[in-house]
Each structure stands twice: as C-alpha cells, then as structure tokens.
C-alpha cells in the first residue's frame, strides 16, 4: 500500500472522527473513478489501515463506537448501560459494545471493533439526551428508565437492573418527570422491581 494513501487517510481521519462514508473515502482519497476506489479501500481493509463496520461506512482501528454509532443513524442516543457505566451508576460493561436508542427498527451491528446494538423505541419515548461533541447521548435518568423499559419488553442485559444500579446517583425528580410520559403498567412494573423511586 501506497505510504502517499495512508498518510492522506490519517488527516481526513481525525477531521472525520476516525470513521468514513465512501463520499468521504472518494474525497480523502481524490479518487475519481468508482472502481479505483473500491479497489483502494480493499487494500486499505486489507493492509488493516481501515475496518469495513457495514456497507459504505468503514473507519480506523482508533474510532469510537460511540462515533460509529451516530454515523450509522444520526439520530439514535447513546443510553442503557453504556451510559450509566459512564456516569459510575453500574461497574463497567464491555468496552467493545455500545447501545442506542433509536426511533424505527433494531439493528445490531458487529465489526472489528465491537459491537453496537440499536434498540427501537415510539416517538413518544424519543427524549432525555442532548448532543456531546456531535454524538446524541442520554441523561443518566433515561439510560436507567431506558434500560427497565427494555426489560419490560423482555431484553436482557449483561447486569442486574435491580442490584447492580446505584440509584443513590440519581435525580428522581427528573426520573419521575420522564416517567410522566410512559403507560402506567410500565410504572408499576419499574416500581414493583425498584421500590421507590
């Protein structure tokens, strides 16, 4: 592989966050041609410079699955137990995993660097995060009613809900606040396995 081509590929990649479209690749590349352009981004996959995460969007081994993610769908937050690992609510989870929420469809999605897992939610429940450095992330408060409402849909996470979240951490005013948005079986259910809130 060609030093010119990866050195090009390193200063789009940090303008970029380390993850590429192919109309970015085509630009950073200054290819022209459709079928040079696959066959420079096989080498470049191949050689390890770049990560083919699904088709048409690719990234370096130092990208952000947080990153990913939001290239992936723009509008899907980070939430569950991504964000209360975060915010030292759960231990850790596993570094090479990130979950979002997002309107439509789940997707899972698994490449080299991890795994990121979007969920699907009703509009009504798009709500509680705000964007950080160009991604969409949670508050804590809806990671933690994100994470029983899947529960209650009969998703399993890799901690205990009941035992393994500080809820000491938590503003429960604006707990109950997001709650207000939710049916009242969901409350009971997250109440009953909770107690208080």
């Known amino acids: ?42 080498e470049l996959v191949s050689c390890g410079e770049l990560i083919k995460v699904k088709r048409g969007l690719y990234a370096s081994s130092k990208a952000s699955l947080e990153v990913i993610s939001s290239r992936i769908e723009r509008n899907a937050y980070i939430s569950t137990g991504t964000i209360l690992a975060k915010n030292a609510i759960i231990g ?4 090479y995993k990130v979950q979002a ?11 080299e660097l991890g795994n990121i897992e979007h969920f699907s939610i009703e509009a009504k429940h798009f709500f509680g995060y705000s964007e950080v450095n160009g991604v ?53 259910y997250l109440k009953n396995n909770m107690g208080s809130i």
């Open 1 to 42: 592989m060609d030093i010119r081509i990866i050195r090009e590929l390193e200063q789009w990649a940090k303008e970029l966050n380390e993850v590429f479209t192919l109309p970015d690749l085509k630009v950073a590349l200054r290819e022209k041609s459709q079928a040079t352009l696959f066959r420079k981004i096989k």
């Open 136 to 188: 969409l992330r949670a508050t804590a408060e809806k990671a933690f009613i994100d994470v029983w409402y899947y529960i209650y849909k009969g998703h399993r996470f890799s901690f205990n809900a009941q035992t393994d979240v500080n809820i000491e951490y938590l503003d429960k005013k604006l707990i109950n606040t997001y709650l207000e948005k939710y049916d009242k079986r969901f409350i009971t």
């Open 92 to 95: 850790s989870v596993p570094g």
């Open 101 to 111: 929420v997002k309107v439509g469809s789940p997707r899972n999605y698994i490449c």
